[in-house]
């Protein structure tokens, strides 16, 4: 079993533990959002091959034989585009895509 410094972890892990309702809400109706909310993260889980990809925008550079395989990826400055290798970045990242966290940082972030 893992141990960890109760002092500084447990209120780390308890402000990123998800809300369903509110406290005037009754066990069941909470309890009922996590349920939903389980649900259609299973579905995008399960289902995520079949989901329509986000339109991002492929820029090539010619000077550079085109490649799809990826080493390592590298965000833009702006964070609006993602530099795939050499070859290929990707652009047209919305804004809203660095609030989907990951602990405390954005999937994106790079570090």
């Known amino acids: 079993m893992a141990s960890f410094e109760v002092t500084t972890e447990v209120p780390r892990a308890i402000r990123r533990q998800p809300q369903a309702g509110t406290a005037r809400?009754?066990?069941r109706s909470g309890l009922c959002g996590f349920a939903v909310a389980g649900r259609e993260l299973a579905h995008l889980h399960v289902e995520?091959?079949?989901l329509d990809p986000w339109?991002?925008?492929s820029v090539e550079n010619k000077d550079v034989p085109y490649s799809e395989r990826v080493?390592?990826?590298?965000?833009?400055?702006?964070r609006q585009s993602l530099k795939a290798n050499e070859s290929l970045t990707l652009a047209g990242i919305p804004a809203e895509t660095f609030s989907y966290r990951l602990g405390s940082r954005?999937?994106?972030d790079e570090g």
């Open 25 to 27: 809400d009754s066990l």
């Open 48 to 50: 995520y091959e079949s």
């Open 55 to 57: 339109p991002l925008e």
């Open 106 to 108: 954005s999937a994106l």
């Open 71 to 78: 080493a390592k990826m590298s965000l833009s400055a702006d």
